[in-house]
């Protein structure tokens, strides 16, 4: 298991990742990060025909000051596109109002392979992310 985390406010452009600064639970090798990216590898090492991972993430969001008062999103992505069933979507009634959005999927890697796991701002406009945690576990 490992967990990445983003304590500090950061605003996200539109179709870009948040970005993880600190580790707080190393993984094993088949969990990679770099501090600052917005990038997990999960890695399928292993002698079945493939690996699961959990994928667990926490935030507060909202739309960034100056911004268009609409329903805003992020998504769990996999390889850059969003995973359907993990959007997270919120109706702040105006700018820098923030709201908690939460969400676990699975995951599988085929043996052998890498898929990149990442969270991205899914809007056209940027928007505002504070306390973000991203839990990637290995499950089998």
Same mark, same amino acid.
């Given at each position: 298991?490992?967990?990445?985390?983003a304590?500090?406010?950061?605003?996200?452009?539109?179709?870009?990742?948040?970005?993880?600064?600190?580790?707080?639970?190393?993984?094993?090798?088949?969990?990679?990060?770099?501090?600052?990216?917005?990038?997990?590898?999960?890695?399928?090492?292993?002698?079945?025909?493939?690996?699961?991972?959990? /994928?667990?993430? @926490?935030?507060? *969001?909202?739309? $960034?000051? &100056?911004? +268009?008062?609409?329903?805003?999103?992020?998504?769990?992505? #996999?390889?850059?596109?969003?995973?359907?069933?993990?959007?997270?979507t919120?109706?702040?009634?105006?700018?820098?109002?923030?709201?908690?959005?939460?969400?676990?999927?699975?995951i599988? /890697?085929?043996? @052998?392979?890498? *898929?990149?796991? $990442?969270? &991205?701002? +899914?809007?056209?406009?940027?928007?505002?992310?504070?306390? #973000?945690?991203?839990?990637?576990?290995?499950?089998?």
């Amino acid at each position: 298991m490992a967990e990445f985390i983003a304590v500090p406010l950061q605003t996200v452009e539109a179709n870009r990742n948040i970005l993880f600064t600190d580790t707080t639970i190393c993984g094993n090798n088949s969990i990679v990060h770099s501090n600052g990216s917005g990038l997990v590898t999960a890695r399928g090492i292993t002698n079945q025909c493939r690996a699961r991972f959990r /994928v667990t993430f @926490g935030a507060n *969001i909202a739309i $960034s000051e &100056g911004g +268009i008062v609409e329903p805003i999103s992020v998504a769990i992505e #996999a390889n850059g596109e969003p995973i359907a069933s993990t959007i997270m979507t919120v109706t702040p009634a105006a700018a820098e109002e923030f709201f908690n959005v939460s969400r676990t999927t699975y995951i599988d /890697v085929p043996a @052998g392979c890498c *898929i990149q796991v $990442s969270v &991205g701002n +899914i809007n056209t406009q940027a928007i505002d992310v504070e306390n #973000a945690n991203l839990i990637v576990e290995r499950v089998a």
